[in-house]
């Protein structure tokens, strides 16, 4: 009779991350923290991707600009230092109401719309009652009404606007609706009409590469018990695959479920033999189509799992998607006429994928993470 | 409650048929290890809400300090350490006015990864340096940025060093393929995927204006489907971001509580 232990309990614990700022940097690197104090030649921050880490340091001279929660920013300039007043005001950035959407053009208009569409090239917004459809490629950057922002043409082209306009653009987001802000001229980009009808989406929209601030980092702990559900589903998946009792077609059904675990089939496993000392690669379905094989050469096998593991940070990849990783042991003992012929201990790396989508669902857009397994790798494998 | 920061806590069965004298010393040796990279940097760090913080928790009240961390990070069976700049160094980074830390996105550290390929189909050994390069999107990923291998110290018959070209390198803008982030913890299990197809040496090597011989030749030979990588062997890490100093660590597998990725060399730079 085959055994197999079940993985019984997996706590993902995260954290919801705190309201961020976004800080971008001198050399086109940014990254999400939280400003904790700003001297005047030093900006003292956390890092968001390690919120307990320590308090990172860098001179204002490195810093470009940084944006808050809120929508708020503050320019870092040798040639015009910010006031303590905009300081204090960028550091307590509480939740403002904003009615609407403010965009800056490359000829120096600053709007505030009310943005009803968008795709990986353009914007459609309503301005001063009119669609209008914007090309991102004619646009500075954009302050959304819920505080995001995006900036199009690149930090150092965005400078100046940011810089010279912050006037104008603090005006207007305290104002109360774009009607009110007739003195703004409209941009001299090249403005199409656009269906005033309400638009029906009907394909299913591309998951568009956004700027981070786009999307929402995913709240880890929602998706604990995801993560849960897909590792208990993998061991069940592998107990029906080596156990004895079950027939070909369940096996091979189990082998397809199982692969649909992963983020691709791409995804290897690494195994190792402590009799050659090897180590080889495996597509997780030629993988599991091994363990197949192999459990005929046995007629009780044990697999099993020590009561303790690490985990490493998620960290986020160039597609958008976390990348986590989990170390823990397992435990393989093959018999036969009730006499152990092979066993090992191994320590494995298993990655992890919080992958971002985006569907259609009955006629509105809805987007959230899901959780997959990827790349199992050995760290080191012992006889038993 | 929701912890303050990303930790997956797996709990599970514990192992059958295992004395408990054995079960405790498995745990606190696993617990000890510095299983991947990214540990080594959470306890250099003094991170909280560590897996050996919430493990030590279980047997004394006194918390770990930073320092008795970063004692822990050292190769304790070497016996040559300069223990005296092993303490200088110690003092530094934990100097309470300016203390020093380590940072996974701070590009100021590299992977040299001993590998196995095939140069025309001969088994050769290389050993390929990544450095972890951080996007526009927040996110970052490991590029190839130089390679050290005997087989590429081409020479003219007459013994003159062939003359190598700068290759141009298109980095593409989309991210289909890439070495993710984690690929570290994995030993770089996917370091094969460099060599899998020459048209997509662009997505695994860093961009630059100028590479090294050995890289020119490296790609020239890619680009021709003269090179197979294989696997990787070993790998060393370097950090060069606290002021004066470089560590070296690398993985020492042993049943032990000082095991895991340690430190392996302290050397004193010029500031």
């Given at each position: 009779m085959k055994t197999f232990y079940t993985l019984t309990i997996l706590f993902f614990s995260f954290t919801k991350l705190a309201a961020q700022d976004v800080i971008y940097f001198t050399g086109g690197t940014k990254i999400p923290g939280k400003i904790t104090e700003i001297l005047p030649d030093k900006v003292k921050f956390k890092n968001l991707a390690n919120p307990n880490g320590p308090i990172y340091s860098r001179n204002t001279?490195?810093?470009q600009v940084a944006f808050n929660s809120t929508g708020d920013y503050l320019v870092f300039s040798q040639a015009k230092p910010s006031s303590d007043k905009e300081k204090e005001d960028f550091m307590n950035g509480g939740s403002k109401a904003r009615n609407y959407d403010i965009i800056i053009d490359k000829n120096g208009a600053i709007l505030p719309v009310s943005i009803n569409d968008e795709s990986e090239g353009e914007l459609v917004a309503n301005n001063n009652g009119k669609d209008v459809i914007f090309p991102k490629?004619?646009?500075?950057f954009l302050i959304r009404k819920n505080g995001n922002h995006q900036i199009f043409s690149g930090t150092d082209e965005a400078l100046p606007y940011l810089s010279i306009d912050k006037p104008k653009i603090n005006m207007i987001l305290t104002?109360?609706?774009?009607?009110?802000?007739?003195?703004e001229t409209p941009s001299a980009a090249p403005q199409r009409q656009a269906e005033t009808e309400e638009r029906k989406v009907e394909e299913v929209k591309p998951a568009v590469a956004h700027?981070?601030?786009?999307?929402?980092?995913?709240?880890?702990a929602l998706y604990g018990s995801k993560a849960l559900q897909k590792t208990n589903e993998f061991a069940g998946y592998l107990q029906t695959i080596t156990?004895?009792?079950?027939?070909r077609e369940a096996a091979t059904k189990s082998i397809n479920m199982a692969c649909g675990?992963?983020?691709?089939?791409?995804a290897r496993v690494e195994v190792s033999n402590i009799r050659t000392d090897t180590k080889n690669k495996y597509k997780i379905r030629d993988y599991l189509n091994r363990l197949l094989i192999k459990s005929g050469q046995y007629d009780k096998l044990i697999i099993e799992y020590a009561n303790i593991s690490y985990a490493s940070k998620f960290k986020k990849g160039p597609d958008g998607n976390y990348y986590g990783s989990v170390t823990f042991v397992q435990k393989f003992q093959g018999f036969v006429d009730g006499n152990l012929v092979y066993g090992d201990q191994t320590k494995r790396n298993m990655t992890v994928v919080l992958k971002h989508y985006e569907k259609a669902v009955n006629g509105e857009n809805v987007s959230g993470w899901d959780v997959f397994l990827d790349d199992i790798g050995v760290v080191e494998t012992k006889k038993l | 409650m929701l912890k303050k920061h990303f930790q997956i806590l797996l709990m599970l069965i514990p192992l059958c048929g295992f004395a408990q004298a054995f079960e405790t010393e498995f745990e606190t040796n696993f617990a000890w290890e510095v299983k991947q990279v990214d540990e080594f940097i959470e306890r250099f760090n003094d991170a909280d809400h560590t897996l050996i913080k919430d493990y030590n928790k279980k047997f004394t009240k006194s918390p770990l300090t930073r320092e008795a961390l970063i004692k822990s990070l050292?190769?304790?069976?070497?016996?040559?350490?300069n223990y005296e700049e092993v303490m200088t160094f110690i003092t530094q980074v934990t100097n309470e006015e300016d203390p020093e830390y380590l940072d996974?996105?701070?590009?100021n550290w590299y992977a040299k990864v001993s590998c196995n390929l095939k140069w025309k189909g001969k088994l050769q050994k290389a050993v390929l340096k990544l450095n972890i390069r951080n996007l526009a999107n927040g996110g970052c990923k490991w590029v190839l940025t130089d390679i050290e291998a005997d087989f590429l110290k081409l020479k003219n018959p007459d013994g003159t060093k062939v003359v190598v070209v700068q290759p141009q390198i298109a980095t593409p803008t989309?991210?289909?393929?890439f070495l993710n982030p984690i690929s570290h913890t994995n030993?770089?299990?996917?370091?094969?995927?460099?060599?899998?197809?020459?048209?997509?040496?662009g997505y695994y090597v860093d961009k630059s204006e100028k590479y090294s011989d050995s890289m020119c030749l490296f790609i020239a030979e890619c680009r021709q489907n003269n090179i197979k990588i294989l696997h990787a062997n070993s790998i060393v890490y370097t950090f060069s971001q606290i002021k004066g100093w470089q560590i070296e660590i690398r993985q020492f597998n042993r049943?032990?509580?000082?095991?895991?990725?340690?430190?392996s060399k302290l050397i004193k730079t010029p500031i």
């Open positions: 001279s490195s810093v490629k004619d646009l500075v104002q109360g609706s774009p009607k009110e802000t007739a003195s700027d981070d601030n786009d999307y929402v980092v995913p709240d880890m156990s004895i009792n079950t027939k675990l992963f983020l691709t089939e791409d | 050292f190769d304790s069976k070497r016996s040559d350490w996974f996105n701070n590009e989309d991210f289909r393929k030993d770089f299990l996917e370091i094969d995927k460099i060599s899998e197809d020459a048209a997509d040496l049943q032990s509580r000082n095991s895991g990725w340690l430190i």
